[in-house]
């Protein structure tokens, strides 16, 4: 009787025996099942059905040096089962610790449910590396799967404990643009995350989603830090490789007129022949990712819903959405993210800092133009330095006018020494006159709040005042302010220190809509300096309006993208907001008349003769003075009745005689 090899080896040696060097897409292709619940398309998997997911899969396979992938996606293009398989993989082939992180501990709790769990009770090679959850100590959970080599564990981004619970190799982040920005004042969840596998060199981490908002979105900042990947496909005619989008699709009208989604084909970019969605499957096989940037680690890809394999999501149907979303800003943004796979752009955003930097105009800083009537200054503190920023107003437009830096702690007082003298000093005016800075504010909201809070203290006559700002729609941009200091005994000091809220959200959509304003000599009109440099450009419409939900309603604010500065734009508003302090908003075309017949009068002779003393009038005085002054004729005061006028007799008296 003869026996096998095979069968004389002892037990262990089987387990010793390497493993087939399965790519993630082989291993899919042999052993991944779809379950019937949760796919649209049950069964067993087939790459060859979504050929895309091909090159980003094996990317993810253990003998691949590439170490981050980002898929950038509509919907409908099978993102969601690329990161399951990997998972699967990952407990079958490839074992080592592993951490999939979803936007909330709920849907976390939902998606192990509902398509971890089903995918280990289908698969024989899964169901046999994990113990039943019945069993005592088995290591199998709802958030924790234990096998043999490895673990996995399930994760919130809404929970930083999860986050930071143990090291993993390999980190899935699915729906990342769902992730809050912040998770319980420790940072961004993505961060907290991708720090769970710096000390492994052979790392593995997957960034699945769809995108939101541009310059927000962090599956586009993803994806523009790696290799920035598109799926070209073959035009069946002339062989043009192309990338399939919405621009590139046509339809017909019907006899009435009316649109005719079901029509829809595409057109070469070659050729310009017509190539019917049936030929989808060919060309979706034969085609290509081609790469727009160089990175061996970290390689990103975007694909839309225009790829989806024919049964999914078709041409006519795309087409009828898109129809549908023309005029409705809110469908034209889900159009954009989920079919399109593309960030969208919000409205109000569409102000460049080179169209603001080409329309700058020759004239020096430091220096008022002429119709620039009243100065006021806006102060930005930082932890190393103070910035300055110095707009001019007239009755119809507004300059920049100056801009210091003062650098050194805020903790010391030497800057504030600095930034007082500056406040104090005057402004050279075209017309010959002087002009010196009538309110000021200072930001309040940083680290050395108090110390704001000293200086204005002393300052408040000269109109300098502590302000914060509150980013709520609707608020004003300048509210009541709120006393800060108290004495001993707890009750509140009444000519003490004040802090002042300032509507950043109404300011900023005011800074905006004037920037806006293109025709030089119209109303509201901004005037920039060519001598600026191009930072201040960048930072002055450095923010973008985003949207958010708050129980279910969706809000929008102004938010700064990552890396960006806007001490520029902040500046600004605060300048807008001692313009509001001095009450300017509230005067009237003849007080403008009145105050600019002071600061620049028709002809300049009278003041060239005066001193410096005298043209570096305080312009708040003239501010005070025009506002006190009668511009309509003044009401004669009324009597004051004398202490010593007889008493009014009472009705009594008089009656008696």
């Given amino acids: 009787m003869q026996v096998s090899l095979a069968n004389s080896l002892p037990g262990w040696v089987e387990g010793i025996r390497p493993k087939p060097d399965f790519d993630l897409s082989s291993w899919s292709d042999e052993y991944r099942l779809l379950n019937q619940k949760s796919a649209a398309a049950p069964g067993r998997w087939r790459t060859s059905r979504t050929p895309y997911l091909r090159e980003p899969m094996d990317c993810l ?47 976390a709790k939902l998606w192990s449910r509902q398509r971890l769990s089903p995918m280990i009770d289908d698969m024989d090679c899964l169901r046999a590396k994990i113990a039943d959850s019945r069993s005592r100590d088995s290591g199998n959970t709802v ?75 962090r599956i586009e900042r993803s994806f523009l830090q790696g290799t920035q990947s598109y799926y070209f496909i073959p035009c069946p005619h002339c062989g043009e490789f192309q990338v399939i989008t919405l621009s590139a699709l046509k339809w017909q009208k019907d006899k009435h007129g009316a649109h005719d989604p079901k029509t829809v084909e595409l057109v070469c970019q070659g050729c310009a022949a017509l190539i019917p969605e049936s030929a989808k499957t060919e060309f979706l096989e034969n085609g290509e990712w081609r790469e727009t940037n160089a990175n061996e680690k970290h390689k990103s890809y975007q694909i839309s819903t225009l790829y989806s394999p024919i049964g999914w999501e078709s041409w006519a149907e795309i087409v009828e959405k898109f129809l549908k979303s023309l005029g409705n800003d809110e469908l034209k943004k889900t159009f954009r993210n989920t079919i399109e796979g593309l960030p969208y752009k919000e409205k109000g955003k569409n102000i460049e800092p080179t169209a603001l930097q080409e329309r700058a105009e020759d004239y020096k800083l430091g220096i008022c133009p002429r119709g620039c009537l009243v100065l006021t200054a806006g102060v930005d503190v930082q932890d190393n330095r103070l910035e300055v920023y110095v707009w001019g107003h007239g009755a119809r437009e507004r300059w920049q006018v100056d801009f210091a830096v003062f650098y050194g702690s805020p903790a010391h007082n030497g800057v504030w020494r600095e930034l007082d003298d500056y406040l104090l000093a005057s402004f050279d005016h075209a017309a010959g006159t002087r002009l010196k800075i009538a309110a000021a504010c200072v930001d309040s909201g940083g680290h050395h709040t108090q110390k704001v809070y000293d200086f204005c203290r002393l300052r408040k006559t000269r109109h300098v005042i502590a302000v914060k700002g509150a980013s709520v729609r609707g608020k004003p941009i300048l509210g009541r302010p709120s006393k800060v200091d108290v004495s001993i005994g707890g009750t509140v000091i009444k ?56 129980k279910g309603f ?72 025009v506002d006190r002054s009668s511009v309509a004729p003044e009401k004669p005061a009324k009597k004051r009745k004398s202490r010593a006028a007889p008493r009014r007799r009472s009705l009594r008296d008089r009656l008696n005689g």
């Fill in 61 to 107: 396979s253990a003998h691949s040096p590439v170490q981050r992938v980002t898929l950038m996606k509509g919907a409908q293009v099978g993102g969601t089962e690329f990161g399951n398989n990997w998972v699967g993989y990952t407990i079958d082939h490839d074992p080592g610790s592993m951490l999939i992180v979803q936007p909330t501990l709920e849907l």
């Fill in 143 to 217: 958030m924790l799967k234990q096998f043999p080599g490895g673990m996995l564990r399930v994760a919130g981004a809404n929970s930083a404990a999860s986050l930071r619970s143990m090291p993993v190799k390999k980190l899935l982040l699915d729906e990342t643009d769902a992730y809050p920005p912040d998770v319980s004042n420790e940072g961004d969840p993505v961060e907290l995350a991708m720090n769970r596998t710096k000390t492994f060199r052979r790392r593995k981490i997957l960034e699945i989603s769809t995108p939101t908002t541009s310059g927000l979105s």
């Fill in 495 to 550: 000519n003490g220190a004040e802090v002042w809220p300032v509507g950043t959200d109404t300011a900023k959509d005011m800074i905006y809509s004037l920037l806006d304003v293109e025709e030089c000599d119209a109303e509201g009109y901004i005037h920039l300096s060519k001598q600026s440099a191009p930072e201040f450009f960048s930072q002055l419409v450095a923010e973008e309006k985003g949207r958010r939900y708050v």
């Fill in 554 to 625: 969706p809000i929008y604010e102004w938010q700064l993208p990552r890396g960006k500065r806007n001490e520029a734009l902040d500046c600004f508003v605060y300048a807008l907001a001692a313009y509001w302090l001095m009450g300017l908003h509230r005067w009237r075309p003849a007080q403008w008349e009145q105050l600019e017949a002071r600061v620049q009068p028709p002809t300049g002779d009278l003041f060239q003769a005066q001193s410096d003393a005298e043209r570096a009038a305080d312009v708040a005085d003239q501010v005070d003075q």
